[in-house]
């Protein structure tokens, strides 16, 4: 049993061998990898060592600590929270070898193509459609938006209709689709910031081998299901330390402005940071029970050590929490808090959402209790999954697809 000493020795290997400063930075990743301390969790062989989940932060510090390069999870974000659960409990074994280690070192950016026009906050009434040809792969045509990092992208998980014959849950599959092929063509969609980190993708006559697909035909919803019950997750619950991330730039600002503060603001954010920490508590609580193995996910079935419906009310914590804090930042800043004076469109290097401007951090959440699922998809969820409340009525449940009103 892989322990935190285990790790660490483990770790002090790949120094050792790679040091950082000295090793190309490309070279260091693929052999941090290949020593299973990429994700720890996942099987040997896969970026990982059959450990818990918990360990990886004995391995994340440890090479904090030296400087050592990391992944850039920023910008492949989808790959490492989305894709590649999806591929470890739902790909072929060489499906897992050939996208999971250029994955998580980046040299593969991956994107999602899941919401269209037609079916955003539900999914399941999707309109592209995939049809299988002489050879036994498949056409794809339709079309996707609010699809982040589309632009960037060299892979996408996809899900399509293959069968409009049968209730909209029933007639989906799930492919990895090649971002390069001439069929697809991606266009920005500006956001409220200025910026176009999503984009509209358009699929014409886009081929994908039958060897892409991820699961069975037809069972692409529960696929898609673990990869949104993981995007939830990596959305809500990432690990932050103790006054952390957006509350950290609050109680930042409030220290070093004492001419701003206010009774009203102080109790207001006194508030605040007790909502961020019970938040942070409970993701912590959420990794503990997605830790203990992963056998049960090789075995098929609803596997443990996999998300479920709570990460769902984390996601909505922390959509919540980004708009109230960045609104209390705004109002605590004054005239200042009001600034952005950045609209060239591209994010500095290396700066990340907390490092802009207020005006900036305030504007850009308003997109947080959209994106990874809205917030009203995700209180039902809540309800009828977590409190078990009586479900809304789905009166298209049982009806085909194709005979549904549009």
């Known amino acids: 049993m892989t322990d935190a000493a285990d790790l660490r020795r483990r770790t002090a290997d790949l120094l050792a061998a790679h040091t950082p400063g000295t090793t190309d930075r490309l070279d260091f990743l693929r052999a941090r990898f290949d020593a299973g301390l990429a994700w720890v969790h996942f099987p040997q062989g896969l970026g990982g ?37 999806t591929i470890l409990r739902y790909g072929t074994e060489e ?3 050939r996208f999971l280690r250029p994955l998580w070192t980046g040299e ?9 026009p037609g079916a955003g906050s539900d999914l399941a009434a999707l309109a592209t459609r995939a049809v299988r040809d002489a050879d036994g792969n498949w056409l794809v045509d339709g079309q996707k938006v609010w699809t982040s990092s589309a632009h960037l992208a060299r892979w996408a998980i996809l899900v399509a209709r293959t069968d ?7 007639g989906l599959t799930y492919f990895v689709c090649d971002m390069t092929d001439p069929g697809v063509e991606v266009r920005p969609l500006r956001q409220i910031t200025g910026e176009a980190e999503f984009n509209e993708v358009f699929l014409t006559g886009v081929r994908i081998p ?14 898609a ?3 949104l019950m993981n995007e939830r997750v990596a959305i809500g619950g990432a690990r932050t330390p103790r006054e952390g991330g957006m509350i950290q730039v609050a109680s930042t600002a409030w220290r070093d402005h004492p001419e701003l503060r206010t009774h009203d603001l102080h109790q207001r954010l006194l508030k605040l940071w007790v909502d961020a920490e019970v938040a942070r508590l409970t993701g ?19 596997p443990q050590g996999q998300p479920g419906p709570e990460g769902s009310g984390m996601k909505l914590a922390f959509a919540r929490l980004a708009q109230q804090i960045s609104g209390w930042e705004v109002e605590f800043r004054g005239e200042a808090g009001l600034t952005y004076d950045d609209w060239t469109l591209r994010r500095p290097e290396g700066v990340d959402f907390t490092g802009r401007e207020a005006g900036y951090r305030y504007l850009r959440a308003k997109g947080n209790s959209i994106e990874g699922g809205t917030s009203e998809v ?4 809540v309800a009828e999954r977590v409190l078990g409340l009586p479900p809304e009525p789905r009166t298209d449940k049982d009806i085909a697809w194709k005979d549904l009103p549009r």
């Open 378 to 381: 995700l209180l039902n969820i």
């Open 225 to 227: 299901r673990t990869t």
């Open 108 to 116: 593969e950016v991956w994107c999602q193509l899941f919401s269209e």
């Open 95 to 97: 499906q897992k070898r």
């Open 210 to 223: 039958d060897a892409h697909r991820l699961g069975a035909v037809g069972d692409g919803w529960q696929v």
């Open 164 to 170: 409009p014959a049968v209730p909209k849950h029933r």
């Open 49 to 85: 060592l059959d450990a818990p989940r918990a360990l990886q932060a004995v391995v994340d510090a440890e090479l904090a600590a030296v400087d050592a390069p990391d992944n850039d999870p920023g910008r492949i974000g989808i790959g490492l929270g989305m894709a590649a659960p």
């Open 284 to 302: 912590e609580r959420l990794r503990q029970q997605l830790s203990p193995t992963l056998n049960s996910v090789r075995a098929g079935g609803t």
